[in-house]
């Protein structure tokens, strides 16, 4: 539990595991509409304290993912439209991260998408 | 968040020598702290105040509102850093001590532990590993339900596989009307399990403050934060 999960200590544990639900969530893992594990077995199984954890789920819930109905829990949204554009915009965060890095490199997006045909 | 622990202007001095310099901070309720710092900045000496084994200092400590007492002591749960009991005696023995001394001994839980880590009631500390003997301080200090735990460096000297059983266990045992406070010098393998950090160098408050609040001003680590902080 505490070992089998790394974190990047130099930036607030409570956003990566923001990151790391979301994922749950894009990859269906965790489906719409579907109820999330506890707040303390989440944070266990994330190897995480329970009060970052319920930092990231409040976050979550923010941001429209994860909702809770006060005597049963908490849900993943069934807006599926929500999952999908919020799963596209991590995707485009990733991408611009990329493109300015190859960039560096000195290529463009042209040559960059000529290497990915090439690439297995 | 309530404030569990109060402490106001707090100075302690050993022969003059001042360990605890005007202390001044609040630990809430429900949270896991850790308490930072280089050796000899007066992290035992604060675990012993607030265990009501030092009652000559200066300033102002409330625990639940108490002046460390003999009620604070029945809500508190001290780790200290050094092994305690004989070489002779058993598991088994440590566990009815323990039983007998408080009320909010859960015996059960703490066989289950026991089990758990792999040690058995008959063995004796003189036949057991450091880290074996950790372990079972752990186990007993964990197994009252206490408002405070107060563990002194509960991880030195202990193997990485013991660390991460130990933090397991603290986080499995989180319970949100009790606080942890813990103090480590193995920052790098630890912070993540810390709500707040209260950091101190030569008795004086560096920094308290939530552990993601540091990591967002700093931009590092409390790893790095700590070495920036203490470098030569």
């Known amino acids: 539990m505490f070992a089998e999960n790394q974190y990047d200590a130099s930036i607030p544990i409570y956003q990566q595991i923001v990151i790391r639900i979301k994922e749950q969530i894009f990859m269906k893992t965790w489906k719409p509409g579907e109820k999330i594990p506890a707040v303390r077995d989440l944070a266990l199984s994330m190897g995480v304290n329970p009060n970052t954890m319920q930092k990231a789920l409040m976050e979550l819930e923010r941001e429209g993912l994860l909702y809770a109905e006060r005597t049963t829990g908490r849900f993943v949204t069934s807006d599926s439209a929500l999952i999908e554009s919020t799963h596209k915009e991590a995707a485009h965060r990733m991408i611009r991260e990329f493109l300015e890095r190859m960039e560096k490199l000195g290529y463009q997006k042209e040559d960059i998408k000529k290497e990915i045909e090439r690439i297995e | ?232």
Request: with cysteine.
């Open chain 2, 1 to 232: 968040m309530e404030n569990l622990i109060c402490l106001e202007h707090v100075s302690k001095s050993y022969s003059k020598y001042p360990v605890l310099n005007d202390l001044s901070l609040t630990i809430g309720k429900g949270r896991i702290v850790g308490v930072l710092g280089p050796n000899g900045c007066g992290k035992t000496t604060l675990f012993k105040i607030l265990a009501g084994l030092i009652h000559d200092y200066s300033g102002n400590i409330t625990i639940e509102g108490h002046r460390p007492d003999i009620h604070t002591k029945s809500i508190l749960s001290y780790l200290p850093e050094k092994t305690y009991f004989e070489n002779e005696t058993s598991i088994k023995t440590t566990i009815s001590l323990f039983n007998d001394f408080y009320s909010d001994f859960d015996k059960e839980k703490a066989l289950d532990m026991l089990n758990r880590f792999r040690l058995t009631p008959d063995m004796r500390l003189k036949s057991m590993s450091k880290g074996m003997q950790e372990k079972l301080q752990l186990i007993l200090v964990m197994s009252r339900s206490a408002k405070v735990y107060l563990l002194d460096e509960p991880l030195s000297g202990v193997d990485p596989a013991t660390r991460d059983t130990i933090l397991d266990t603290i986080l499995t045992n989180y319970n949100e009307n009790a606080t942890v406070i813990l103090s480590t010098h193995l920052i790098y393998d630890v912070e993540r399990i810390f709500d707040d950090v209260i950091l101190m160098g030569y008795g004086h408050l560096i920094a308290a403050d939530s552990a993601d609040n540091i990591r967002a001003q700093s931009g590092k680590s409390l790893d790095e934060y700590f070495r920036e902080v203490f470098k030569c």
